[in-house]
Each structure stands twice: as C-alpha cells, then as structure tokens.
C-alpha cells in the first residue's frame, strides 16, 4: 500500500500530457500484477486518466529473479527507456560507507536528518555534473569543473558501444533472408506496441543439460 500511494502521488503531478510512465521497482513483477485493481478499489488512490503505467524491474536486481522475469520486465525492451540501470539507491551505497561510523552512533531521528542531508548533496551534485548538453555553444566557467562532464561521458560510451555493435548487426542482418527478416522485425514491432506476452521473443532460448552418472570406481 505504501509503494501504491507513493506511486500514485508522484504520477498526479506533473503528468500533463503524458500518455505512459515508467515504474522502476526492485519487484516491480509482482507489485504490478493488481496495481490497477487496487487503485479502482481504492478511495484513496487515483491514476491520471489514460496514462499507462509500464513496470520494469532494475538490471541489479533483475538478474536474481527467475528467468521468465527477464524479457517481461527488463529495460532493454521498454521503447523509450534508453540504457539505463534503473537504480537509484544501490548507486549510494559506496559514497554512504564513508558515513557509516559517524551514523552508528546517532539517534534514530539524527540519522534520518544526515541521511538526508547526504541524499540531497548527491542530487545536487548530479544536476551540477550533467550541465548543458555537449553541443552547447555557449563557452564553459572555467569555476565549474562538473559542468557537462557526466552527459559527454556517457554519450562517448554510447557511441563507442553503438559503433562496435553495428559491425555485428551488420553482418547478421547480411546473412538473414527478407522473409525470416520480415518475421522478426513484425513480432519486434508488436513486442514493443503491446507487450505483455508479445515480449516472450526476447526469452532466454536454454537447453537442460544432460543428467550426472555416478558410478563407483572398481578396484
């Protein structure tokens, strides 16, 4: 009920114009299942009207849920996400170690106040640090170091990643003929139209493996 109150609080503002949202939730599988009958359900709960809420579940965390998971709530096949992890705290952890021995000694209400205190820092430095855009013409401060760095990072690995893979997709696409090619570009079409069941193309194709014989040594 938490998550769904969250949830729903968050999507009533600022969703003008928005026809879907995505839910990134550690399980976000199982949490989606009746989201929307609770809502219907619910007199305290309420979506705007015609906005999809689309559910994925963070590439931390997706790989210690069981295989049928995959292809339904990864990100890599949610049009529009773009490569992201989806994760927000587990990113913290590392920066909130450094903490940990002033916070062990803390009250309760103490802790929560530094924690967020040191969320709010790492929010502000994220903004900082994604500046402008790197086609931006207006000259760099010289005084911010952060400014664009964290935008002209990843588009550099973006595209050295999207340069490496074309020569693969290349070479596959030269190889397929126009009807097999025309079969998996119309199930990839439907997949990302509608989802649900259409997305088990993307499934993880495994063969069991042949059963273990023990056997005794004779001597």
């Known amino acids: 009920m938490n998550i769904d109150y969250s949830v729903c ?6 969703t003008e114009g928005m026809t879907a949202s995505l839910v990134c939730y550690d399980v976000g599988c199982q949490w989606s299942i009746n989201f929307l009958n609770r809502v219907k359900t619910s007199n305290h709960l309420s979506l705007p009207p015609g906005l999809d809420v689309i559910s994925a579940v963070g590439k931390f965390h997706l790989g210690a849920h069981i295989p049928e998971c995959f292809a339904l709530y990864s990100l890599n096949f949610v049009d529009g996400a773009g490569q992201q992890d989806g994760e927000i705290i587990e990113t913290l952890w ?12 803390m009250s309760k209400a103490h802790r929560h106040e530094v924690l967020d205190d040191i969320m709010r820092d790492s929010n502000w430095k994220k903004m900082v640090n994604m500046g402008k855009s790197q086609f931006s013409t207006q000259p760099k401060p010289e005084a911010n170091a952060f400014e664009g760095k964290s935008l002209r990072k990843k588009w550099r690995k973006a595209k050295a990643a999207a340069d ?6 290349e070479a596959l696409d030269a190889i397929l003929d126009d009807s097999c090619r025309k079969e998996w570009e119309d199930a990839e079409f439907k997949a990302r139209k509608e989802r649900g069941q259409y997305l088990r193309i993307y499934d993880v194709k495994t063969e069991k493996g042949q059963p273990f014989l023990s056997f005794q040594l004779q001597l």
């Open 94 to 105: 590392s920066d909130t170690n450094r903490f940990s021995g002033s916070l062990r000694a």
């Open 9 to 14: 609080n968050a999507l009533r503002h600022r």
């Open 164 to 169: 490496e893979m074309s020569s693969s997709f």
